[in-house]
Nanobody, 120 residues
Framework: QVQLVESGGGLVQAGGSLRLSCAASGSIFSINAMGWYRQAPGKQRELVASVTRGGSTKYADSVKGRFSISRDNAKNMVYLQMNSLKPEDTGIYYC??????????????WGHGTQVTVSS
């Protein structure tokens, strides 16, 4: 009953910027961590950045200093500001949310992804 919808992907030249947004909706009791993952063709999905409800963040080494994750708890949204983009950043970016229900059940939800393509 939870849906995650990403937006903001597109085609940019190397050195450009994009801002991804993800909105969580549905029967949500609380959201613990939210994050962004990406998957390039033929590769495994990898963590790009994550943020806890309290604001603690993690970043992949490859994006540190270039990407910034943030969230709006009241709106159940998470953002990824991507600067100084490189061709190797190309891939499908997925939003993830760790949902906690009232019976203490935790479930990960995923969006359908948004394509980011960085040209050289």
């Amino acid at each position: 009953q939870v849906q995650l919808v990403e937006s903001g992907g597109g085609l940019v030249q190397a050195g450009g910027s994009l801002r991804l947004s993800c909105a969580a909706s549905g029967s949500i009791f609380s959201i613990n961590a939210m994050g962004w993952y990406r998957q390039a063709p033929g590769k495994q999905r990898e963590l790009v950045a994550s943020v806890t409800r309290g604001g603690s963040t993690k970043y992949a080494d490859s994006v540190k200093g270039r990407f910034s994750i943030s969230r709006d708890n009241a709106k159940n949204m998470v953002y990824l500001q991507m600067n100084s983009l490189k061709p190797e950043d190309t891939g499908i970016y997925y939003c993830n949310a760790d949902i906690l229900y009232s019976d203490a059940t935790r479930v990960d939800y995923w969006g359908h992804g948004t394509q980011v393509t960085v040209s050289s």
